[in-house]
């Protein structure tokens, strides 16, 4: 017996490494699951890595036209949702804020912040009551650095978009809350590091490792179990939380 069993989950981002890791645990926990990302190629592939046990939708999640697309696909192809995870992200340029390019500020808040929103607006009617929203921030949703304007701005915007829609879903017992992975061993945090070492003239990942109290990045497959906890009816008095998931970061 599941603790997901017979409930409709949808993943945005879901072609990407912490998606496609907490679908991984949805399908194994007995959920049906529609993956969404504008990646059709890492769709089809994340499709076959789940052995053809979710449903694949295409769709860029900022565009509010596409995203009641891909809700009412969920609706429809697998009926009425009782997990949303609104999970897909970008992480910027890292510079600082006097040379900052203006297209690049509106497209992290597009994918991460109106994306959220746009998922809470045309999700919400299309759920179950009972249900659980899971918004995917950052340990600089809490915390900030410097080069990081957009994306440490869309992080903790998100925290503020939850913690109004947890209060307006509550009396459907519709919980909302952020989980806040801090550095991932994964390629989207390889190339943030990437960038970061030429910021800061030495090794990034080291770098990161020495700050965090435990010592090391976290594994997709972590970040997945903390997610599922908050899906699921485990965290059945968790609502309006952030979820800190960065081995001590935000210390
Ligand atoms: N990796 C980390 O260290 C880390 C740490 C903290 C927070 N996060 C956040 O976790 C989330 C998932 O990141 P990840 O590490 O799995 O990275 P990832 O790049 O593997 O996955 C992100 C996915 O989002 C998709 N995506 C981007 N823009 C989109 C759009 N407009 N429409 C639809 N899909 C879109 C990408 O195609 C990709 O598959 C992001 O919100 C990211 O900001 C990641």
């Known amino acids: 017996m599941g603790v997901l069993d017979g409930k409709i989950a949808v993943v945005t981002g879901g072609a990407g490494s912490l998606g496609l890791a907490s679908a991984r645990r949805f399908v194994a926990e007995g959920a049906r699951v529609l993956l969404v990302d504008r990646d059709e190629a890492g769709l089809r592939a994340a499709a076959a890595a789940l052995g053809g046990r979710a449903e694949t939708f ?23 949702i009782d997990v949303l995870f609104s999970n897909a992200g970008i992480s910027g340029a ?14 992290v808040m597009a994918v991460n912040v109106r994306a959220s929103f746009l998922a809470c607006k045309y999700g919400l009617p299309r759920m179950r009551d009972g249900g659980s929203i899971v918004i ?9 650095d410097p080069g990081i304007a957009a994306y440490a701005t869309a992080k903790h915007a998100v925290i503020g978009l939850m913690r109004v829609v947890a209060k307006e879903a509550a009396p459907r017992r519709i919980r909302v809350n952020v989980i806040a992975p801090g550095p991932i061993d994964n390629g989207f945090q390889r190339e943030v590091e990437k960038g970061l070492s030429g910021a800061i003239g030495r090794d990034a990942t080291a770098f990161l490792d020495g700050i965090i109290p435990l010592g090391r990045h976290g594994r997709a497959e972590e ?16 609502t309006g939380s952030v979820i800190m998931a960065d081995g001590g970061m935000h210390i």
Do not use: K, M, N, Q
Not at 58 to 63: C, E, I, K, R, W
Not at 66 to 72: T, V
């Open 223 to 238: 970040i997945a179990e903390t997610v599922l906890h908050l899906a699921s009816d485990r965290s059945s008095f968790t």
């Open 94 to 107: 890292i510079r600082p804020v006097t040379d900052y390019p203006e297209d690049v500020f509106d497209a």
């Open 58 to 80: 295409a769709a860029d999640v900022a565009d509010a036209t596409a995203a009641r697309a891909y809700l009412d696909a969920a609706a429809t192809r697998l009926g009425a």
């Open 136 to 144: 995917t921030s950052s340990v600089v949703g809490v915390t900030a």
